[in-house]
């Protein structure tokens, strides 16, 4: 045994995981597979992308049917294996939220900080509107949406830079990320309440808020700021 482990060169690389299994009975192999994919997902502190689970398992494996089964097992646990942010992740049920919040003062285990009105309102028309411009989000409220308050959703990384507007001068548009998806429980922005049904509703349209016909309770963004661009870099 030390022989052996002297003839190993240093930089050697460790064995390639068997991710074919086929030494093993088709029913043992399966579980093997969920074990697996359930193992990365509970390491990681991220949702975990579909591209990523499929290094761990058989190339003919039917990554959807092991998810599938891996969430029929977890039916009666006080936690789930959910879709977020084009990835899986472990979360606890909504239903344990009371306890979770009783036990360590936050919400159901996320932890994040609620946004105050005035941040929330403006990550709503990026969300909705996106890419879209500072100078859009003030047209929005009516007055000026300050540097400091789209640094601090940038800060929280629940948004970021976008493409350059074609508009005079260029400006930075801004977008939402993974993070907006995650904390905010999406798996794509296709899953965000219809946009048609608001705007049919008169809640959000995008022509009527720049022509200053915004609903009431909008028009209470904070601070005034220079008609500056933000200090983060574009993608």
Not at 216 to 235: F, I, T, Y
Request: aromatic share 6%; hydrophobic share 40%.
């Amino acid at each position: 045994m030390a022989e052996a482990s002297a003839r190993r060169k240093p930089n050697e690389q460790p064995a390639l995981l068997d991710t074919e299994l086929e030494h093993l009975p088709a029913e043992l192999r399966w579980r093997e597979w969920m074990g697996r994919v359930e193992a990365v997902v509970f390491a990681a502190s991220e949702p975990v992308p579909c591209a990523v689970l499929a290094r761990v398992v058989g190339k003919n494996c039917n990554l959807e049917l092991i998810i599938d089964d891996i969430r029929a097992e977890l039916a009666g646990r006080p936690y789930e294996l959910v879709s977020v942010a084009d990835g899986w992740q472990h979360r606890t049920r909504k239903v344990f939220g009371d306890a979770i919040h009783a036990a360590f003062g936050t919400a159901a285990g996320e932890g994040a900080k609620e946004l105050p009105q005035a941040e929330a309102l403006v990550l709503m028309c990026i969300a909705y509107f996106q890419p879209i411009t500072r100078g859009e989000l003030s047209s929005f409220f009516g007055k000026e949406v300050s540097r400091d308050l789209i640094g601090m959703l940038c800060a929280q990384d629940l948004i970021a830079s976008g493409p350059r507007s074609p508009q005079p001068g260029a400006p930075y548009t801004y977008v939402t990320t993974k993070t907006f998806l995650s904390q905010f429980g999406l798996d794509t922005l296709r899953q965000l309440p219809d946009s048609d049904a608001l705007e049919d509703a008169g809640l959000l349209s995008k022509e009527k808020l720049l022509a200053g016909d915004i609903p009431a309770g909008l028009a209470s963004g904070e601070g005034d700021g220079e008609d500056d661009v933000v200090g983060e870099q574009a993608p």
